[in-house]
């Protein structure tokens, strides 16, 4: 997503456009961030608080995505959707 964001910067876009590439690259990068914080065994504070008021995926949440039969519990960025997403077999 990072070279992306450089050709947007130098690409000729409207100001919506724009908008909308950036805030779409800077999720794709935040959702990774995200994922990678689910496995941390201690991730930094800030992070550890949003998991806790789950707005964030904690680490014990996400584990269910890696245990068999890795059929559910695929929502990797706070898991509200798991529920529902499960429910109707999305994935």
Excluded at 22 to 34: H, K, M, P, R
Excluded at 39 to 65: F, Y
Excluded at 76 to 82: D, P, Y
Aim: proline letters at 9%; hydrophobic letters at 45%.
């Amino acid at each position: 997503a990072l070279p992306q964001l450089a050709l947007l910067a130098l690409a000729p876009v409207p100001p919506v456009q724009g908008l909308f590439y950036t805030t779409f690259l800077v999720s794709v990068i935040l959702a990774q961030e995200f994922h990678k914080w689910s496995h941390m065994i201690r991730p930094p504070p800030v992070v550890q608080a949003l998991q806790e008021t789950g707005l964030l995926i904690s680490r014990k949440a996400h584990g269910a995505h890696h245990s068999s039969p890795f059929e559910g519990d695929y929502c990797i960025l706070s898991g509200i959707c798991n529920g529902t997403l499960d429910h109707f077999e999305f994935f």
